[in-house]
C-alpha cells in the first residue's frame, strides 16, 4: 500500500501499541488481501458456456478450464490420468465396465440465480452424461443445431450402455465394447460435470437457454459477466474443492489482433497474453518487463479438404494439392520456423507416430500431371475459408490462405480465399459447407485416439468434427481396433496403418506442427503453458 500524504503517528505507549497492531494486521493480511486480479489477453469470443456443445479450443478455455471440472484430469507434467471430481475409479478385468468413486463434499458454485442446496453427487453425473447419451431426455434438445459434437464425434451414444448410481459419490459406466481410450476421453472439456439441481430450476422456470449463457460448476472461478468481442469477468470461487487460486479476479479481455495483444502486454493492459506472433515471442525475449512461456504442443495445423465436394472427391486431385503447396515458405512465412513441418495427423513425439510416412513433396509439374490424370487437366474453382484472428495454430491466417491460394494458381486452380469470423466459420464447416479449410486440433491428453476417432472416424462426419468429411470402413475399422485393447503396442500397429491411409487418401494438407507460447508480464509466476491449450490460472501469482 502506497501512502499518498504524511501522516501523523500517534506518540505515547498506547499510540505506539495501536500503531504497531495496524502495523502487525497489515504484514499478516489473508492472502485474499494480498491476491490480485489476473488480466488474459485472449484471441476470441467463446462459442458460448455450455461446453458441451462445442469443440472450440477458444470455448474449452474460458469455460470447461476455469468454470468447470469432469471426473478425472490428464496430468500433465506426470503424463499420466489423474483424480479430479473422481478420486479413484476402476476398470473391470474385461473392461467392460468403470466405476467412478466421486470425491465428498465438492459444492457447486453459488451465483446470482442459483444457490446450491446439496454437495456434488452421482445425479449431476448422470443428467450430465444422459443429457448427451439419450435423445428422449428432456435436456437433449437443449443443444441447438450443433448437438453434443464431441459426445457424437466419439460414439458415445453408441459405446456407452449406461450409466448407473451405485450409491450417492459412486457411478458406474457399462460399455458396448471394451475401449482403451475411454477413460483418457473423460478428461475432455465436454465431459465436465453439470448440476441437476440447477438445471431442474432452469426447467421449472423455462430458462433452459441460461445454462449456456450463465453455467454453474465446481471449478474454480465463477462467471459473473460476458460482454461479447469485449471481455469476460470470473472472480475467485470461495467454496473451490481443490486448491484455491492466488488470484482474486480473472479478466479475459478478448483481443483478436495478436499485434495488438502484443501492445497490451507491453503496456501492463494484461499480465497474459496467449497465441503470440512468432516475432512477438522473439521481441519479448529481450523485454526485461516480459517474459516468454513456450512448449512444444501436442497440437497440428492442417488443411481440410472435403471429399464430399466434388472435385475433391478424387484422390488424385487432393494428392495435387498437397504437391502444388510449398510447406517450407508457408512454415517460414506463418510461424517464423518455429514450428516443424507436419505429415500425419499428430506430433512425431506422440507413440505410435508412423515414421515411415513420407511427405509430399513439393512438384509443381508432378502436381499438374495429377490433375490431368484426375481429369481436370485446365484446373478447377474452390474456395479456401480462414478465420480473421491468429492463433496458435495459424499465427497468420491471411498471409497462409496468400500462399496456398498463390501455389494452387501455379496448378490452375482458382481458390477464392474466404475469411470468415471465427464462430460461424465453425458452424458453417461442421455442416460442411466448406472446401478448403485452415484448421487446427489440439489433443486434450497424449493419446493418439484424441486426434483419429473426432477427426477421422464415420461417427465424426455425422457430429462435423471430422472437416475432412471422409467416411471409410476400413479406416474406421482400423481406428475402432486402436481402442479395443489396453495393449499398447496392438494399438501402435492399428494406428501406424490408420496413418498410412490418410496419409495416401490426402485428407489434409498437413502444415505445421507449432510450439505453444504465451506472454506474460515479469511480474507474473506460476503460469504454464499446456501442450494441449488448456489453461490453469490455479497457480498464478501476480506480484
Not at 465431459?191 to 471449478?219: F, H, W
Not at 512438384?363 to 481436370?376: C, P
Amino acid at each position: 500500500m502506497r501512502v499518498k500524504h504524511p501522516v501523523s503517528v500517534p506518540r505515547g505507549p498506547r499510540g505506539a501499541a495501536a500503531w504497531l497492531g495496524v502495523a502487525t494486521m497489515l504484514l499478516i493480511a489473508p492472502a485474499w488481501l494480498q491476491a490480485k486480479p489476473l488480466t488474459v489477453c485472449t484471441e476470441a469470443s467463446p462459442d458460448g458456456f455450455d461446453i458441451v456443445q462445442y469443440n472450440s479450443l477458444t470455448t474449452s478455455n474460458a469455460s470447461g478450464d476455469v468454470v468447470f471440472n469432469q471426473l478425472v484430469r490428464y496430468d500433465e507434467a506426470a503424463g499420466k490420468l489423474a483424480p479430479s471430481l473422481a478420486d479413484r475409479w476402476e476398470v473391470s478385468p474385461d473392461g467392460l465396465a468403470v466405476t467412478f468413486h466421486l470425491r465428498p463434499n465438492v459444492s457447486f458454485q453459488t451465483t446470482e440465480e442459483f444457490k446450491p442446496s446439496r454437495a456434488l453427487n452421482a445425479d449431476d453425473v448422470l443428467f450430465t452424461f444422459n443429457r448427451m447419451l439419450d435423445p428422449n431426455h428432456p435436456w437433449h434438445k437443449i443443444a441447438g443445431n450443433g448437438g453434443f459434437a464431441h459426445a457424437q464425434s466419439m460414439n458415445l451414444p453408441k459405446l456407452i450402455k449406461s450409466v448407473t448410481k451405485v450409491d450417492d459419490l459412486t457411478v458406474k459406466f457399462e460399455l458396448s465394447e471394451s475401449n482403451a481410450a475411454f477413460v483418457s476421453i473423460l478428461t475432455m472439456p465436454f465431459a465436465s460435470i453439470y448440476s441437476a439441481e440447477y438445471a431442474s430450476q432452469l426447467e421449472k422456470a423455462g430458462r433452459q437457454a441460461d445454462i449456456n449463457a450463465k453455467p454453474v460448476g465446481t471449478g474454480p472461478f465463477v462467471l459473473k459477466s460476458y460482454t461479447k468481442d469485449a471481455v469476460i469477468r470470473y472472480d475467485v470461487n470461495p467454496t473451490y474443492w481443490g486448491r484455491k487460486p492466488k488470484i482474486d479476479r480473472l479478466i479475459y479481455a478478448i483481443t483478436p489482433d495478436a499485434a495488438v495483444r502484443a501492445q497490451k502486454i507491453k503496456s501492463g493492459e494484461c499480465q497474459i497474453a496467449l497465441s503470440p506472433k512468432p516475432q512477438d515471442v522473439l521481441a519479448a525475449s529481450s523485454d526485461k518487463s516480459l517474459k516468454v512461456v513456450q512448449t512444444p504442443a501436442f497440437m497440428t495445423a492442417f488443411v481440410a479438404l472435403n471429399t464430399q465436394h466434388k472435385p475433391l472427391d478424387n484422390d488424385k486431385v487432393r494428392q495435387a494439392l498437397n504437391i502444388a503447396f510449398d510447406r517450407q515458405t508457408y512454415i517460414k512465412t506463418v510461424f517464423g520456423n518455429t514450428a516443424v513441418a507436419a505429415v500425419n495427423p499428430y506430433p512425431p513425439n506422440t507413440w505410435s507416430y508412423n515414421k515411415a510416412v513420407e511427405p509430399y513433396p513439393y512438384n509443381i509439374e508432378q502436381a499438374k500431371k495429377l490433375l490431368t490424370d484426375a481429369g481436370y487437366p485446365n484446373g478447377f474453382e474452390t474456395s479456401i475459408w480462414v478465420r480473421p484472428s491468429g492463433s496458435v495454430l495459424n499465427p497468420n491466417p491471411k498471409a497462409g490462405a496468400e500462399l496456398l491460394q498463390a501455389d494452387l494458381a501455379r496448378i490452375g486452380v482458382k481458390a477464392q480465399v474466404k475469411v470468415i469470423e471465427w464462430g460461424q466459420l465453425i458452424k458453417d464447416a461442421k455442416q460442411g459447407q466448406h472446401d478448403l479449410l485452415f484448421m487446427g486440433w489440439s489433443g486434450d491428453n497424449g493419446d493418439p485416439d484424441n486426434f483419429l476417432t473426432p477427426q477421422f472416424s464415420c461417427a465424426s462426419v455425422k457430429s462435423g468434427i471430422n472437416f475432412a468429411r471422409y467416411c471409410d470402413p476400413q479406416l474406421d475399422k482400423l481406428i475402432a481396433d486402436g481402442k479395443r485393447t489396453a495393449d499398447q503396442p496392438t494399438r501402435a500397429k492399428a494406428y501406424a496403418a490408420a496413418q498410412k491411409i490418410i496419409h495416401d487418401k490426402a485428407l489434409w494438407i498437413p502444415l505445421a506442427y507449432p510450439s505453444a507460447a504465451a506472454l506474460t508480464r515479469s511480474n507474473v509466476s506460476g503460469y504454464r503453458v499446456s501442450p494441449f491449450g488448456r489453461q490453469d490460472y490455479s497457480s498464478v501469482k501476480v506480484d
